[in-house]
C-alpha cells in the first residue's frame, strides 16, 4: 500500500501534478449540524444528503492550498462551482490535481466547470486539452443550468422517498 502511494505521488511530480489530499464536507450536514446544535433539527425541514459539497485541499506538507464548492449530480455531472488557490501555491498545479481528485471521488460523471472567468479561462480550456483530464472536463455551464440541475436532482431524491 505504502509502495503504491509513493508511486502515485512520483508520477504526480514527474507530470508536474503535485499531490493534493481532498477534503469534502457536505454543506447540508454542517447545515443539520448547526440547527442540532440550537435544537432547531427537524427531519423534515431538510434537503437530502451528498449533492452540495465545499471542499479543501491540502499538499503533502498539510498546508491548505485550495478550497472550493461542487454540486455532485449523480450519474451526470460534478459542477465546479469555484476553485480557490491560496495566492501562495497558485502557478503550480494545485487546481489542476484538485480536478483530477474530484474525478477520482466522482467516478463516471464529467467535470463541468460553471461560468468561467478572468483567469480560470485559460485554466479550464488547458484541462479540455491536458492528456490526463481532457476526457472528463466538459465545456462550462451557467449558474442558471448549474442550479437549475441541482434543484431537479434534490426534488428526484426527495420524491423517491
Known amino acids: 500500500m505504502l509502495k503504491t502511494i509513493i508511486k502515485k ?9 503535485p499531490f493534493v489530499r481532498l477534503e469534502l464536507y457536505d454543506l447540508e450536514q454542517e447545515s443539520r449540524d448547526k440547527l442540532a446544535s440550537v435544537g432547531l433539527l427537524h427531519p423534515d425541514c431538510c434537503d437530502p444528503l451528498g449533492f ?3 471542499f ?3 499538499n503533502t506538507s498539510g498546508q491548505k492550498v485550495c ?8 450519474g451526470k455531472q460534478v459542477t465546479v462551482r469555484g476553485i480557490e488557490t491560496e495566492l501562495e501555491f497558485r502557478r503550480k498545479g494545485y487546481g489542476t490535481s484538485v480536478v483530477l481528485e474530484l474525478n477520482k471521488n466522482f467516478p463516471g460523471v464529467p467535470v463541468a466547470p460553471m461560468d468561467e472567468r478572468s483567469e480560470g479561462i485559460s485554466f479550464w480550456a488547458t ?3 491536458y492528456s ?24 428526484s431524491t426527495k420524491s423517491n422517498k
Open 9 to 17: 505521488l512520483k508520477n504526480f511530480r514527474r507530470k508536474g501534478i
Open 52 to 54: 452540495e459539497f465545499r
Open 56 to 58: 479543501e485541499a491540502f
Open 67 to 74: 478550497s472550493g464548492k461542487i454540486d455532485h449530480i449523480p
Open 127 to 129: 484541462l479540455r486539452k
Open 132 to 155: 490526463e483530464t481532457k476526457n472528463f472536463v466538459i465545456e462550462q455551464i451557467s449558474l442558471t443550468s448549474a442550479s437549475q440541475l441541482l434543484r431537479e436532482a434534490v426534488a
